[in-house]
């Protein structure tokens, strides 16, 4: 299989470490959904990162599709089996891909849009949305166990890294120091190094 994306997208990260950890063999080719869009377009006209090309040539779009596809590739999951403990598991990881989506919009908003053309309405809903987020991550942070990451663990962390790398001048470690040390620990290991998000 090939994973397609840069690591500088938390989707394709998440992936990435996901299937590491379950020992999925993979390769991953970075390209980029601007500086590649020919060439990726030719795998998947949708040109959305992450792509996974099957062994049939086939591919997936959304990486919680990709990972649900993992989990029948294995029969083992990074979910919980509970469902008092998936549903908590859950309740981060949904905020968690809403503030990497909240923290795109706001780059392509100032990086792709003429500065005459940016609403700072809209930009100040989407921070607002992005930080309502990550209050939420912040909350169950304290529940994440290095020596037993699970989906929730891992998205976190991926999350806090790609906000911090995007929008660091919004987003303060400061006002969320729990997810900002989880990150800083998962950050270390090595599956986490052997797909660094630079």
């Not at 990074?78 to 403990?85: C, E, I, K, R, V």
Request: include cysteine; aromatic fraction near 10%; hydrophobic fraction near 50%.
């Amino acid at each position: 299989m090939q994973l397609i994306g840069m690591l500088d997208s938390p989707f394709v990260r998440r992936v990435a470490i996901s299937f590491d950890l379950q020992d999925i063999p993979f390769e991953h080719k970075a390209l980029s959904v601007f500086r590649n869009f020919d060439e990726f377009a030719a795998i998947n006209p949708t040109v959305k990162a992450p792509t996974l090309v099957l062994g049939d040539g086939s591919f997936l779009i959304d990486s919680t599709l990709m990972l649900e596809y993992a989990e029948a590739l294995t029969g083992r999951s990074l979910l919980p089996a509970a469902p008092a403990a998936r549903a908590q598991a859950l309740r981060v990881i949904g905020p968690a891909l809403a503030a990497c989506e909240k923290t795109a919009q706001v780059v392509y908003e100032y990086t792709l849009r003429p500065q005459e053309k940016q609403h700072q309405p809209w930009l100040d809903r989407v921070q607002q949305q992005l930080l309502a987020a990550l209050r939420l991550v912040e909350a169950e942070a304290d529940g994440f166990d290095i020596d037993a990451l699970d989906q929730a663990a891992i998205t976190a962390a991926v999350t806090w890294s790609f906000v911090q790398l995007m929008v660091p001048q919004i987003v303060s470690s400061a006002y969320f120091p729990r997810l900002a040390a989880w990150a800083a620990r998962a950050e270390a290991l090595p599956v986490f190094r052997r797909y660094p998000i630079t």
